[in-house]
T-cell receptor, first 112, second 109 residues
Framework: DVKVTQSSRYLVKRTGEKVFLECVQD?????MFWYRQDPGLGLRLIYF???????EKGDIPEGYSVSREKKERFSLILESASTNQTSMYLC???????????FGSGTQLSVL | RKEVEQDPGPFNVPEGATVAFNCTYS??????FFWYRQDCRKEPKLLMS???SGNEDGRFTAQLNRASQYISLLIRDSKLSDSATYLC??????????FGRGTSLIVHP
């Protein structure tokens, strides 16, 4: 089975801290995605990556950056965490366009 | 028009009922369609894939109407464990997977 692993299930950070969310997949998937999910707003795409060292902005990239130095790892960085970044963050991967997504178990981030 | 639209519900049904959700999409180039199930505070998990006109898996049936650009999900003989949010996701045509906001289903005894 495909496994997408997110490093933390729950995370509490303070305003202004730099936050790293890590995601690793074990099936050699080309595409990887970072979403955030808030009640009533559904899944919103932050950044995605088609391949190693490639990254594209999604719908809400402001306040975030990403890194994909290796194919299996896609990191989301909050440069200076703010309270409005409190959310559930979900990483996902897939083999390519037209294919289903496999999600990690999510990181519930609270910024105080 | 939003790319993917779903009735948020909640759909509140008794055990054993049949319930159907619709999902409309705007990108006519979409080639594959997925229904995901998401439990509270958990990640979405794939329920069904639809590549042609439809798909059936036990109590679950998905139908695709390309002319009208909608996909439906039918659940027969609902179980308490079917209570969840169901997300519709067309794929292909834009390279970015799109999602509806989900339809909430509550199955009660």
């Amino acid at each position: 089975d495909v496994k997408v692993t997110q490093s933390s299930r729950y995370l509490v950070k303070r305003t202004g801290e730099k936050v790293f969310l890590e995601c690793v997949q074990d099936m050699d998937h080309e595409n990887m995605f970072w979403y955030r999910q808030d009640p009533g707003l559904g899944l919103r795409l932050i950044y995605f990556s088609y391949d190693v060292k490639m990254k594209e902005k999604g719908d809400i990239p402001e306040g975030y950056s990403v890194s994909r130095e290796k194919k299996e790892r896609f990191s989301l960085i909050l440069e200076s965490a703010s309270t409005n970044q409190t959310s559930m963050y979900l990483c996902a991967s897939r083999t390519g366009d037209n294919e289903k997504l496999f999600f990690g178990s999510g990181t519930q981030l609270s910024v105080l | 028009r939003k790319e993917v639209e779903q009735d948020p519900g909640p759909f509140n049904v008794p055990e054993g009922a049949t319930v159907a959700f619709n999902c409309t999409y705007s990108n006519s180039a979409s080639q594959s369609f997925f229904w995901y199930r998401q439990d509270c505070r958990k990640e979405p998990k794939l329920l069904m894939s639809v590549y042609s006109s439809g798909n059936e898996d036990g109590r679950f049936t998905a139908q695709l109407n390309r002319a009208s650009q909608y996909i439906s999900l039918l659940i027969r003989d609902s179980k308490l464990s079917d209570s969840a949010t169901y997300l519709c996701s067309p794929a292909g045509g834009s390279y970015i997977p799109t999602f509806g906001r989900g339809t909430s289903l509550i199955v009660h005894p």
